[in-house]
């Protein structure tokens, strides 16, 4: 069993984290959250230990690992905090604000023979997946292009921000989950383009980000923009001998926000409609056009791999290179607004 602790008790925490580590039951155990707030508007988890005191979490020998669920500019602090504790740490994404942040925390782990990882759970999006499986059929031929689309209609977002901040980009809010897709499966890119603005002007919040990632002869681009009254398809993949669409994203945020969880057969689960279209041209040269059923999202992967990482010593499911490359595109891309 690996014993677990939260520092933050939010939204990040009680939607995106704590809905798929109580599912693993025999492996996981959530012994304590902490928020330096009491009060909450989240429902508290029978048997967990709520507290304002941070030596709950720091002190308590029997906690092995340690979630921050932070606001980012609070992750290289927590992250820190809970090394020096002797405890293994998973941080939220953006991993850290800078890429030497990310270094620094990968070389006291090493020193201290802990882990520390990033929250990388969009590496088990069910659109993601599905697409990884029709480029592996070969049925598209060689890769030449991949589209991938994180879009929104909320002007009312970059309209209620005055100041440009790295914390609240969309670049480092949004980007971290495409740009690590992208690394984790086609690996380090050859050169990057990148194309990163403010929409409402110069000083505002970078609300648009376009990033063309080149492996050889092969695009893969990552576009988001707060102003896309009709989204683009989350991902679009061209081959030589066809192409791939699947117009909407994984469905487990959709049913965490309607408080549908987990323990339902049918938790994000796509449904016929949701399925993408495969059209190609066999090696007889005849057309095909065919849906794809959907290969099934589940965030709770990441919390399995690292209970496999800490007690039974198998490798880490988010390699730390993968972690500093991902921060020193963000922080490029940045700088190019």
Not at 120 to 142: P, Y
Request: aromatic share 12%; hydrophobic share 30%.
């Amino acid at each position: 069993m690996l014993t677990i602790a939260y520092i933050g008790n939010g939204k990040s925490a009680n939607r995106y984290h704590l809905p798929f580590s109580t599912k693993l039951k025999d492996k996981i155990n959530v012994k304590t959250i902490y928020s330096p707030r009491a009060e909450s508007p989240w429902k508290k988890i029978p048997g967990v230990n709520y507290t304002t005191t941070i030596e709950d979490v720091l002190d308590d020998p029997e906690i092995q690992l340690v979630v921050v669920s932070t606001p980012s500019h609070l992750h290289y602090k927590y992250g820190k905090m809970i090394l020096e504790n002797g405890k293994n740490a998973l941080v939220e994404k953006p991993f850290t604000e800078t890429s030497e942040e990310a270094k620094e925390l990968f070389r006291l782990a090493k020193e201290k023979g802990l882990l520390i990882q990033c929250y990388q759970n969009r590496r088990f999006d069910s659109d993601f997946l599905t697409v990884q499986k029709v480029i592996e059929s070969g049925v598209l031929g060689d890769i030449l292009e991949v589209e991938m689309h994180y879009d929104y209609f909320r002007p009312e977002v970059p309209e209620g921000v005055q100041e440009f901040s790295k914390e609240t980009s969309y670049l480092y809010g949004h980007g971290c989950h495409t740009i690590d897709q992208v690394l984790s499966y086609f690996g380090s890119p050859d050169s990057i383009h990148y194309d990163v603005r403010q929409l409402l002007g110069k000083g505002r919040m970078n609300d648009y980000f376009d990033l063309d990632l080149y492996y050889g002869t092969m695009k893969v681009s990552v576009k988001s923009s707060y102003f896309r009254l009709k989204e683009r398809p989350s991902f679009v993949v061209y081959g030589k001998k066809g192409v791939f669409t699947k117009q909407t994203k994984d469905r487990q945020e959709e049913h965490l926000k309607m408080f549908y969880m987990p323990e339902n057969e049918d938790f994000g689960i796509d449904l016929p409609e949701h399925y993408g279209v495969l059209t190609y041209i066999d090696e007889e040269g005849r057309y095909h056009e065919e849906k794809v059923i959907s290969e099934v999202g589940d965030y709770s992967r990441v919390y399995d791999g690292l209970y496999e990482t800490i007690i039974n010593g198998k490798e880490k499911l988010v390699k730390d290179e993968e972690t500093i490359e991902q921060m020193e595109i963000l922080e490029e891309g940045i700088k190019r607004i």
